[in-house]
């Protein structure tokens, strides 16, 4: 846990808004993610399961969280179940947590040890009339490999084959979407480490430097700030910004070119995602600008666009029609082209292919409900861009911003966008190096 201890009000809070969803006499059960082994006898550096952690704060693997809310013994309504810390284990692995420690964290006051789930949940389960199991239920996940949680509800409708199950994630991730202020006060810290590796970032670029060692001064700046990257970044000189998930990160950043900088730092498991474009010589030619001013232009005004009650795929499609008037300005498109543009089938999409956005929270691409429109609490990324390999080169720009009744906040708005202010960035920065 390299983040500062959170605040177990949030944790409490959480769990009350779950437990006011559930039916009477119903109970949950959440598992954390596996240990997932790499080669030999190697294995991941833990990743918390982010609906386990939403609920309680806790990072430790194996960890199960059983809520009953009407139990008829109290000490049953909120259970935490954790691996035992015997000397053995903190030998090998290192400091586990105590119950004491996990209840600080979680305000979980019944933290038991995992050998005492088997006899509790028994005792539970003979009681619940219904059980709510969580499964990964993100619409972009392959869920190719089994989980924890994925076993758990194998053995569960094994062993008590009677009881009625149902899903968990669908009142998940109606929870999850909208965030409380803790959690867009979490969401803002990792938007300012952010920031501050953006601004290092653009000290150290020049003509010769590579793409590598653009990665190495973001990390060392969300290190020293207690984040981490919230996902692999993308530093694509040249044609390799063409590539939208483009990771090898490996060629020099040559004079004339712009690089694009997908990155985002995490902190306390809460995630920012930002992109920007910058010229390697410090300055656009005209053709670059040309192309960044009109992404700007959709970017700002999709950022207004994003209202409450608005439906994510109206949002996307006003920002196409948008970009279609751009990409013609530009000379991509024909007159004829654009008028023929349709939802299926948008005119812009050799140039602009992907979505304009996407929830953004305990993971990068955040769970929310999938029919929902727009609501305050929710944040959310805006990332038009426009990609010209017979150029080569590409323009994306991301912003992350919070959804309020009274319109959108720019979560990003102080993190340099604007083609001038980059410039005069770059600029000072060669003259005093």
């Known amino acids: ?157 094994r062993d008590f084959p009677l009881h009625t199950y149902r899903r968990l994630a669908l009142l998940l991730h109606q929870l999850r979407a909208v965030k409380s ?28 430097v590579t793409e590598f ?20 970044p993308i530093i694509a000189s040249g044609k390799n910004a063409c590539g939208l998930h483009y990771i090898d990160n490996d060629q020099v950043c040559q004079d004339g070119d712009l690089v694009l900088i997908d990155t985002g730092s995490n902190y306390g498991n809460y995630n920012s995602d930002m992109t920007r474009t910058i010229p390697v010589n410090g300055r ?3 053709r670059q600008r040309e192309v960044y001013d009109a992404v700007l232009r959709v970017m700002q005004a ?12 109206d949002w996307h499609h006003e920002s196409q029609l948008m970009m279609n008037e751009e990409l013609q300005s530009l000379g991509l498109l024909t007159k004829e082209e654009v008028a023929q543009h349709t939802r299926e089938k948008p005119a812009c999409k050799k140039y602009f292919m ?6 953004l929270g305990l993971d990068v691409h955040d769970v929310a409900p ?6 305050p609490g929710w944040v959310i990324t805006v990332e038009p861009g426009i990609y010209l390999p017979d150029e080569g080169f590409a323009i994306r720009l991301e912003n ?18 604007e083609a001038d202010h980059i410039e005069s960035i770059m600029q000072e920065a060669s003259a005093t190096s």
Request: aromatic share 8%.
């Open 1 to 157: 846990m390299r983040h500062k201890t959170l605040q177990s009000k949030l944790f409490i809070e959480n769990r009350a808004k779950l437990t006011s969803l559930l039916p009477k006499n119903s109970m949950a059960i959440l598992n954390a993610n596996d240990v997932l082994p790499t080669n030999a006898d190697g294995s991941i550096k833990v990743i918390p399961n982010t609906d386990l952690f939403y609920l309680s704060g806790i990072e430790q693997e194996e960890s199960i969280l059983l809520l009953y809310p009407d139990a008829y013994e109290p000490k049953h309504r909120e259970v935490l179940f954790l691996r035992e810390p015997t000397e053995q284990l903190q030998i090998w692995e290192g400091t586990k947590l105590t119950q004491d420690r996990a209840t600080e964290i979680s305000g979980i006051s019944n933290v038991k040890w995992l050998k005492d789930f088997p006899l509790t949940l028994r005792d539970c389960m003979l009681s619940a009339d219904e059980v709510f199991l969580n499964t990964n239920e993100h619409r972009r996940a392959a869920a190719i490999v089994e989980s924890r949680d994925d076993r758990f509800v194998r053995e569960c409708k």
């Open 181 to 208: 202020d803790l959690e867009i006060e979490l969401i803002q810290q990792a938007v300012e480490i952010t920031h501050k590796g953006f601004n290092r970032l653009l000290q150290y670029l020049k003509p010769g």
């Open 213 to 232: 060692e653009l990665e190495a001064e973001l990390i060392h700046e969300y290190t020293k700030n207690r984040g981490a990257f919230a996902y692999t």
């Open 284 to 286: 656009f030619t005209k």
């Open 302 to 313: 999709s950022i207004d666009g994003a209202v409450a009650g608005k439906a994510p795929r």
């Open 354 to 359: 992907h979505g304009l956005g996407h929830s």
């Open 370 to 375: 999938g029919n929902a429109s727009f609501a």
């Open 400 to 417: 992350d911003i919070l959804i309020t009744k009274d319109g959108p906040i720019d979560l990003m708005k102080d993190i340099p966008v």
